[in-house]
């Protein structure tokens, strides 16, 4: 792998050996004395707001992201080093040695070849790399910020039917029947009907008596349909973060 193809891994993700994302690359950092890409710079956390060394040896590019040798967790603990500058001796050694990983001057990572003459990159150096066959003028760089979307899951709804019991009264009119005792003298014309039976006797008459009773039934009936759909509403929000850019001044006898 040449080592221009390292320098265009920035802006990738970057994955730990144990698969875990671990953040997006912001920069690419070389060793001053040999000139080998060592160091990736990596951003993490809401907004890409915590940033990690990572050491590149034995990185390797893998569908469109970069795996390295270490762990999500190592890098999580590894030492913090102030500002995003030049790594000084001391700072790399605290690195190697968190990372367990030597700590000689001839530390190469995965890549052996050195970058293309007039490569842009800007090392932990600092110096313009525009390379000693480049004319009189000095190359000046500045960061822009691209700030786009990205969708994740925000959260999960469903629908869950459950079953309730509820009390419901209803006034439902029922009929019953009753006795009533009639009575009505005997006439002339009845006189033979009434003593048509035994002058005295003993005597019964039984007449059955109906009623409505409430009868319940019953039955499931459709009432509606539910289901759950999704809008997309939009809103705004600001982002904050830090671009460098360089200046350049002239210095000396300079006539004005």
């Known amino acids: 792998m040449q080592v221009t193809e390292v320098y265009a891994w920035q802006g990738r993700e970057l994955v730990g050996s144990d698969g875990e994302k671990i953040g997006t690359i912001k920069a690419i950092y070389e060793d001053s004395a040999t000139g080998q890409p060592e160091w990736a710079l990596v951003s993490s956390g809401l907004f890409g707001t915590r940033s990690h060394f990572v050491p590149l040896v034995d990185a390797e590019p893998n569908d469109g992201t970069v795996r390295v040798n270490v762990s999500k967790n190592l890098v999580k603990d590894a030492p913090s080093i102030e500002g995003e500058g030049e790594l000084s001796d001391t700072d790399e050694q605290r690195l190697f040695e968190h990372y367990n990983v030597p700590f000689t001057s001839d530390l190469s990572p995965a890549v052996q070849s050195a970058p293309a003459t007039g490569s842009s990159y800007h090392g ?68 033979d009907a009434g003593l048509s039976g035994p002058e005295i006797a003993e005597a019964e008459h039984e007449v059955v008596l109906h009623e409505e009773e409430p009868v319940v039934e019953k039955r499931t009936v459709p009432k509606e349909r539910v289901r759950l759909g999704t809008e997309t509403v939009t809103e705004e929000r600001e982002i904050s973060e830090e671009v460098r850019k360089e200046q350049i001044e002239p210095e000396g006898d300079i006539h004005r």
Request: proline content about 3%; glycine content about 6%; overall charge negative.
């Open 124 to 191: 932990v150096s600092g110096d313009d790399v525009t390379g000693s066959d480049a004319d009189d003028a000095m190359t000046r760089s500045e960061e822009e910020l691209r700030v786009g979307t990205a969708a994740r899951e925000r959260g999960r709804a469903r629908l869950r039917k459950y079953v309730v019991t509820e009390q419901i009264q209803q006034t439902v009119p029922v009929q019953r029947e009753q006795v009533r005792v009639e009575r009505e003298p005997i006439s002339d014309a009845d006189v």
